[in-house]
């Protein structure tokens, strides 16, 4: 008798969920993306995006699988839902919004928005109070770039249902704790008012590239839609996860070939690392080890963990280290080859 596969018959199923989609607004859980370039091609070159991979695919599955069930909880809880999935647009920005829930509570009510999340982010955002949202989407963004598109994700959701508050919840994937956060629209107007600006200027931008009877006149020459597209971020912390950068061919050095290293000293210290942060002197003795064995380490993979650095305007060089698990490995190693290709079909391109 064979012994099946049974692994491989739901990744097989799960693939057949892989497909890109047509994009022709402005999505809310997208519109707080630094890059207005990014932006554009999601509405005129939606099927030149990177097609997702197998990994990434089954993490967005299974973050769905968690915040439906915390809707569930909710109403077991006896929390009143009054509105779930609700569908917006504003047609002034051509933003679209897709609202998780309305809940009321003690007669208030409040748009909710439900994020599932790996144990790392999790615990970076433990470390800040209910009413910090902002401030922890702010600074945790600038190790986790897709977390700056979030506030204006809750804020929309606010301004759409004329409500003064909205709630978001993040749960850890691993253990089901959850993090509760709120986000005032009031002391946030200015901030909402530039991403409708945004909205206006990608709107503008994609309208460049449609003729007079709604064909779409994309791609045109690259002269031409160089002189039509915003310029280009040009940040290798946001391009490197961009779905755009093989279209975009970003100036910017992707830094080294990812490393894999066998080290079980060097996992070791790391892990050490984490479980010895809250002892400042071991942590701090430790650290300068670390800073020590990751200078000029620009993107490695050891073990269980992932090591990326750079050098500051001062020349300082500046470590990150996230655990990952084997789907993030998996996904990380694709990306790298996929980067690869670009230097080289840019190193080609400038030879030819």
């Keep these: 008798m ?44 939606w099927d030149k995006a990177e097609r997702p991979t197998i990994e990434r695919q089954l993490n967005f599955d299974e973050g769905n699988l968690h915040e439906g069930a915390i809707m569930v909880d909710l109403q077991k809880a006896g929390v009143k839902v009054i509105e779930q999935q609700i569908a917006f647009i504003d047609r002034q920005t051509n933003i ?23 144990p790392f982010i999790y615990d970076a955002l433990a470390k800040y109070g209910p009413e910090d949202y902002i401030k922890a989407m702010e600074q945790l963004g600038e190790i986790y770039p897709w977390l700056k598109k979030y506030p204006a994700q809750v804020l929309i959701y606010c301004f759409f249902k004329a409500l003064p508050t909205g709630i978001i919840l993040f749960k850890n994937k691993a253990n089901g704790r959850l993090l509760q956060f709120f986000v005032d629209l009031d002391p946030n107007v200015p901030y909402l008012d530039a ?16 003729g007079p009877s709604g064909e779409m006149l994309f791609p045109v020459d690259k002269k031409e839609a160089e002189g039509i597209l915003p310029p280009r971020l040009n940040d290798r912390d946001e391009c490197r996860g961009c779905d755009f950068k093989g279209l975009c061919l970003p100036d910017i050095d992707f ?9 079980p000293g060097f996992e070791a210290k790391i892990d050490k690392f984490f479980l010895l942060e809250n002892f400042a002197k071991q942590y701090d003795d430790l ?51 996929h980067l690869q290709e670009i230097i080289e079909r840019k190193g080609a391109a400038a030879n030819a």
């Design 2 to 45: 064979n012994r099946p596969n049974l692994i491989s018959q739901i990744y097989d199923l799960r693939a057949k969920g892989i497909r890109l989609s047509p994009c022709h607004s402005n999505r809310a859980s997208q519109i707080g993306d630094p890059c207005e370039r990014s932006l554009v091609y999601r509405r005129i070159a």
């Design 255 to 263: 830094g080294s070939p990812l490393q894999i290293k066998d080290d």
């Design 96 to 118: 679209t919004a897709h609202l998780d829930a309305v809940v009321e509570v003690e007669g208030a009510l409040f748009p909710l928005e439900v994020k599932s999340c790996s």
């Design 195 to 210: 991403i409708f600006e945004k909205a206006k200027r990608v709107n503008q931008c994609v309208g460049k590239f449609f």
């Design 287 to 337: 650290n300068e080890t670390l800073k020590g064995q990751c200078r000029n380490v620009e993107n490695m993979i050891v073990g269980k963990f992932h090591v990326t650095g750079k050098a500051d305007a001062k020349g300082a060089w500046r470590k990150k280290i996230a655990f990952i698990d084997d789907a993030d490995k998996a996904s990380i190693i694709e990306q790298s080859k």
